[in-house]
């Protein structure tokens, strides 16, 4: 799927609904699929609407848009120069029977992929990267950096393979100039060149290149044995020795900075590494972004930005890297639609969720990282649209005085198949396919689910409260009393749900008033809006979260109650453990007094994620609440970068440790 490809494409997250027992998979078409099903042909194009404000951030991602850096989505062992579009990938060939490896890719034992990769340490701009892959026989390390405007790579196998290296050069992007092999000014072989206008760029290897005129390859390329180490490199000529030496460099230049986070090192890495590597270029739209994982982008036709995935991604970003943290929160935010929401996603071809949008994270991170860099500028790009958003919860899913999750009825042309309607619902709560909406009816009249959110409402206070803020910073008097009043409002709403029986904020059906005994973390939401009272706060950790019946254990938190029939489905949010899920607990839980509930959810979350990160370099989207495993589901991806909330917490609680 790395080239051009049908429009047809099925949405990768699988969601399962028990229904009269029996399972049921549900896929979201997306809107290219239902166009070319009925002969349409979509005329949407890869570019999309984008209405940028400021010089500032303008400026911001034409400097992130530059330099060599593993920028192309479809293989770990690329390195592209921006804006050139120059590009050096390594492939392999297993000659003995035909297969061809050009996309290396982490994932996991479940996706069955050829290649098995470990990532490495690596910088966020590619100054230096590092990873170990295995492929049939070889198995051999890879370190880049650059020098100068030079890039460096050296391959290391790890014992003498049968495969030969291929390395291809290639023009990313749609980018002007020519490509050519010509014969080496030393005994090596062929350079690779690349010409445009005035600008000349040569790739050349240390060691003496072997001849194949079986590669199936196409573009110009060299061919090298995997039986000792080799380095390849443009600009000057250079000696393996020379580059080993300033890989050596570039790597312990790594190494301090993960040290300056003392016993924290190996939470940072984890973060900072999956972002890293899943930042990449969309050429389209001229752009650097961090999308949940490559594996994601490349079943979305190019990319896929999620919600809340996304200002999660852009939040992280921010406790190492400004650039990156800005333009993850306005690039998402500048995906609002015209109806006036954050989309649940969006992907190039006009492809987002027309119907939905997610949970309302956004303004609680947006006001945190501009108290820690207070540039006004990035407050004022996103603010209206946030503003948007904000009046669109309430303007679009009331339904009797409180909020619940729900899916807008469209015209046909935009119709999916599970539009409009309770799967719908389910999704825009981001939680596709929780036990606690099991059996809630959807109410056609006002689009939404007959639930009472208690999840939902304490996210909207909290983003009401943030945005209020934000108004008032940036003088708009009007606006921060409007978010004052609606604060207010909901969170009045929000109180009414507490159950003094139960010792716990529970969801409440809206046909028929009854409570919903089911049991998430999402019911301790209320802490992150603080519209609980000491006191309640104080039972919900005493009785909820460490009682071993619910959500205590070895793993914390599972995303439905140890005790419900659904808990040990272990599927997706029925059972697993999610990093978004601790982290708005976390984020609950530090506007109280509750040192020994907040330290074990930071120690416990630290210690899974670490499970797998130490294992072979693997940060999942979800857990395993029992056996703390990523990869015992077909549907784990071994790479998404929202994993990486659960190591996040420690670092967060060290700097704000209350």
Known sequence: ???????????????????????????????????????IVPAHGQ???????????RALQQRLSTGWNTWYNNSLLSW?????????????????????????????????????VVPGMRSDDGSYTSLRVRFHDAEFTVESGTDGGDELILVTPLKPAREMLVVEAGIQYGGAGQLGAEKAETE?????????????????????????????????????PLNKPTAL?????????????????????EERRGRTYGDLADCFRAMQTILAWNTVYDAANKRVITPVSRLWNRGWGGFVLFDWDTYFAGYMCSYFNKDLAYANMVEITKAISEQGFIPNYQAPFGNYSWDRSEPPVAAILVLDIYKRYKDRWFLEEVYDELLTWNRWWAAKRTIKGYLAWGSDKVPDSLRTIDQFNIVAARLESGLDNSPMYDSIPFNETTHTMELADVGLMSMYVADCRAMEEIAQTLGHTNDAMELHERADKYSRS????????????????????????????TLFYPLLAKTATQAQAERMM?????????????????????NDPAFHDNDYWRGRIWGPMNFLVYLGIRNYRLPEARADLVKKSKDLLMKSWKKDGSIFENYNSVTGQGDDVNSADAFYHWGALLSFLSILDAKDPG
């Not at 570019?47 to 951030?57: F, G, L, Q």
């Not at 690349?194 to 390329?221: D, F, V």
């Not at 490199?233 to 230049?253: D, M, V």
């Open 1 to 39: 799927m790395g080239g051009p490809k049908s429009y047809i494409a099925l949405k990768p997250r699988i969601i399962r609904n028990r229904l009269n027992n029996a399972s049921t998979l549900f896929y979201q078409l997306t809107l290219g699929a239902l166009l070319t099903l009925t002969g």
């Open 47 to 57: 570019p999309v609407p984008r209405s940028i404000k400021t010089p500032e951030y």
């Open 80 to 116: 592209v120069l921006l804006p050139q579009g120059f590009s050096i990938t390594l492939c392999l060939d297993h000659y003995e029977d035909g297969d061809y490896l050009r996309e290396v890719y982490k994932a996991s034992p479940t996706q069955h992929r050829p290649e098995t």
């Open 188 to 224: 090596t072989g062929q350079e690779l060149v690349y010409r445009s206008g005035a600008t000349i760029l040569k790739l050349k290897s240390t060691e003496p290149q072997i001849p194949n005129a079986y590669a199936a390859s196409s573009a110009p390329h060299f061919c090298l």
């Open 233 to 253: 490199y443009t600009g000057r000529r250079r000696s393996l020795t020379e580059i080993r030496t300033i890989l050596h460099g570039r790597r312990q230049a």
């Open 494 to 521: 929000l109180a009414g749900l507490w159950d003094e029986q139960k010792g716990i904020f529970l969801n409440r059906r809206t046909d028929n008033d009854q409570q919903s005994y089911r049991l998430s973390p």
């Open 542 to 562: 005493k009785e909820h979260y460490f009682n071993p019946n619910e959500f205590y254990g070895d793993y914390v938190m599972p995303s439905i109650s140890r």
